[in-house]
């Protein structure tokens, strides 16, 4: 009886979001594995030791389609998964982040990738520039608060300088219109 093998297994337009390398088998006579046209977004290492140990077997693999999201999860497969020479063309283009939407994975900087969500290095300048704007601004506000308060005390400090002046000069008035107006030298009267 002759033994039956999985050549060909076609799993694409499955919605298929997520691979468990523990559900892998031996590939040996796998020739082609299509995933093509999922929902997956990313591989884990373990499934992609699995998918390199299937190298030696000449297994050809085809995961185009699918929205991968281009960031540090998937770009630790490098690692495991350097390049693989049976990959189809155009098997890991990108559809997230927005940056990278429509760029081939294995073409993008490793650095560049595991940057946070939303960051680049014009946003870097960007958000450089934004902090000085901002330390400048409440520098100035500082200075205004301070310079109004120095304003304002030295304003008080003129005020009261100017009513102690009026002050003093009243008390000599008064103290030299008792001396004149004769009531500290007038004579009682009969």
Not at 53 to 64: D, H, M
Not at 124 to 152: F, N, Y
Request: with cysteine.
């Amino acid at each position: 009886m002759a033994s039956t093998a999985l050549i060909f297994l076609h799993l694409q337009n499955n919605s298929i979001w997520e691979l468990d390398s523990s559900r892998f088998g031996d590939f040996e006579n796998m020739d082609y594995l299509s995933l093509d046209n999922n929902q997956l977004t990313y591989i884990d290492q373990a499934t992609a030791a699995v998918f390199k140990n299937a190298e030696r077997y000449s297994l050809g693999i085809s995961l185009s389609g699918n929205p991968w999201t281009c960031d540090c999860k998937l770009a630790d497969i490098r690692n495991t998964w350097p390049e693989h020479p049976l990959l189809f063309p155009d098997t890991f283009v990108c559809q997230a982040p927005p940056k990278f939407k429509n760029r081939d994975f294995w073409y993008l900087n490793q650095s560049e990738i595991c940057q946070p969500d939303g960051e680049d290095e014009d946003d870097d300048k960007d958000d450089d520039d934004d902090e000085d704007a901002d330390s400048r601004m409440t520098m100035i506000l500082v200075v205004t608060i301070v310079a109004s308060i120095l304003a304002t005390l030295v304003f008080v400090i003129v005020i009261a300088v100017i009513v102690d002046c009026c002050l003093r000069i009243r008390k000599k008035k008064q103290h030299r219109t008792k001396s004149v107006g004769g009531h500290d030298n007038a004579v009682p009267m009969d």
